[in-house]
């Protein structure tokens, strides 16, 4: 690794003056941070995967028809819907108390803006005159919150970084536009990791989100004010979006439920992207069944629901290798917990070996910084005084990574998606850690596992990244706290299209995770 860093510091003044990079100044900046990845980069020293398996240029998978129709007894955001559709001249009311309550948690930093009353009143009549028409309205009067990344009619996207705030958009991404006509109502903008290019949240522009269930411990992100807003009871329901883990991270951080689906399942229409061919729209919510809804709605299929039947006959896959070293003894713990609920409730845990899975975190890396990089050129280049130093600086390192490592970094997610698939014809789902570790201090830059200190980003993204690189469903749900009180999550991920399944177990885990023994 050494051979390779001293080959960056003759190299990136020259290739920074080749692509006309204003700021050279920065030398410095880039060697440490490209120090910090080297593990990631010297793996493409050696990452050659068979050419002929070609790159992950797959169509956007069917989604398996599954799920449970809404009963009368659906409780979280159905029943708010469905007092709403009784009394709709008081459709209104579940979103003004929602916005009264994001005012009172201001200290959080969870929103960057917040909506007018009188847009909400006015938002509430139309939905109104939509059920008096005979509209279904299955989210009617809901309140949700949405990521700053995403268009909102009447909201500026911000997108997080600084700078005077933008006008207001004049529609809504895809997604937020389905909610809409479903009837939910828009209390907010989340606050977020300025383009979603972090895991922490600490947003130097917008104040940093704190986590509702431990003050100075991390939100996670990127969705971080999504989460926050969640955990704090403002909303049951809030848009997230997931690069590398940006839902289910500050979810399990924030201890409440996470669901990245299927690649584009959910339209990313409207949402600033960070890494076109990582990036997923999900929801973040209080409970399994509000995440079900919430994304039939985004995925413009018939509201529905999560089954809760039990897991009797279900494979379980449980991976020998990769997720579970290194791991915090407290997430070992929780995590095994939750796979004996499984067990005991009928399910077969199954070990299952995931050749290759260790490289996800290179290619990762390197398929990221290549895409955001160009993505963000013109703001960086232009107007790099309106980023905080981490975002700017990961941006910049963008520029240094050669084409063969993106081309080899797309061969291996071939590989990589082509090994998932066929470990899944074996099992029905996978079972692992969300994260390493607990959620972490705010500010800190390593985690200690097994007596030796990890980067953060290997200990916290580690175990998410390889499903945004497969495009396959995956969800974090609460399974308990560690040794210090703080959430800990378990990840559920199946096969591409295979959403209804992952949400169908999560739903049951999640009953027998809160059924005491």
């Known amino acids: 690794m050494d051979d390779l860093f001293e080959r960056f510091e003759l190299a990136v003044d020259g290739i920074a003056r080749l692509g006309r990079y204003p700021h050279v100044d920065r030398h410095q900046a880039w060697l440490d941070r490209l120090r910090v990845n080297l593990p990631e980069l010297s793996v493409f020293e050696r990452l050659r995967p068979e050419p002929e398996l070609g790159y992950l240029s797959q169509p956007a998978a069917g989604i398996v028809a599954g799920g449970a129709p809404l009963g009368d007894d659906a409780g ?41 009353p009188a847009a909400l009143d006015t938002a509430a009549a139309a939905a109104a005159r939509r059920l008096h028409d005979g509209a279904s309205m299955p989210l009617m009067g809901v309140p949700v919150a949405v990521k700053d990344l995403m268009q909102v009619a009447g909201f500026p996207q911000t997108n997080g970084p600084g700078g005077p705030k933008p006008a207001p958009a004049t529609q809504d991404a895809a997604a937020v536009a389905r909610l809409r006509d ?108 509000d995440a079900a809804l919430m994304y039939s709605v985004m995925a413009g299929q018939p509201a529905r629901t999560a089954s809760r039947a039990p897991l009797a006959g279900l494979r379980v896959g449980v991976p020998n ?16 917990a939750a796979l004996d609920r499984m067990r005991d409730d009928g399910a077969k845990l199954v070990p299952i070996d995931l050749p290759g899975v260790e490289h996800s975190a290179a290619m990762q890396f390197v398929t990221l910084c290549s895409e955001a990089t160009d993505l963000h050129w013109k ?45 899944m014809r074996e099992v029905d789902v996978l079972v692992t850690p969300t994260l390493r570790i607990e959620p972490p201090r705010s500010g800190a830059g390593a985690a200690r596992i097994g007596g030796r200190d990890v980067p953060l980003h290997t200990a916290v993204t580690a175990l998410t990244m390889p499903f945004n690189l497969t495009g396959m469903p995956a969800l974090t749900l609460p399974c308990g706290v560690g040794d210090n009180g703080l959430p800990i999550g378990v990840q559920i991920a199946g096969r591409r299209g295979d959403d209804w399944r992952v949400l169908n177990v999560a739903a049951r885990l999640e009953d027998l995770l809160n059924t005491t023994p």
């Open 379 to 423: 703001r960086l280049t232009e107007r790099p005084e309106t980023l905080g130093a981490d975002v700017r600086v990961r941006l910049e390192i963008g520029q240094f990574l050669p084409a063969t490592w993106y081309v080899r970094a797309q061969r291996g997610r071939a590989v990589l998606a082509a090994m998932f698939a066929a470990a």
């Open 321 to 336: 290798n990769y997720f579970f070293d290194p791991l915090a003894d407290d997430v070992a713990r929780a995590v095994r």
């Open 182 to 289: 479903a009837g939910a109502l828009v209390i907010g903008m989340t606050n977020l990791h300025e383009f979603a290019y972090g895991i922490t949240s600490e947003n130097p522009h917008h104040g940093w989100v704190v986590n509702p269930r431990r003050p100075g411990h991390t939100p996670g992100g990127s969705s971080g004010g999504s989460a926050a807003a969640v955990a704090a009871g403002i909303v049951r329901i809030a848009i997230g979006t997931d690069t590398a883990g940006s839902i289910r991270l500050p979810a399990s951080c924030c201890g409440v439920v996470g669901f990245k689906p299927t690649f584009d399942a959910v339209p990313r229409d409207g949402a600033q992207s960070l890494g076109t061919s990582l990036d997923h729209v999900g929801p973040i919510a209080a409970s399994v069944a």
């Open 76 to 116: 979280g955001i159905a029943a708010i819907a469905r007092e709403c559709r009784a009394t709709p001249e008081r459709a209104v009311e579940p979103a003004q108390a929602a916005l009264a309550a994001a005012l009172q948690h201001e200290n959080l930093n969870a929103f960057i803006t917040l909506a007018d």
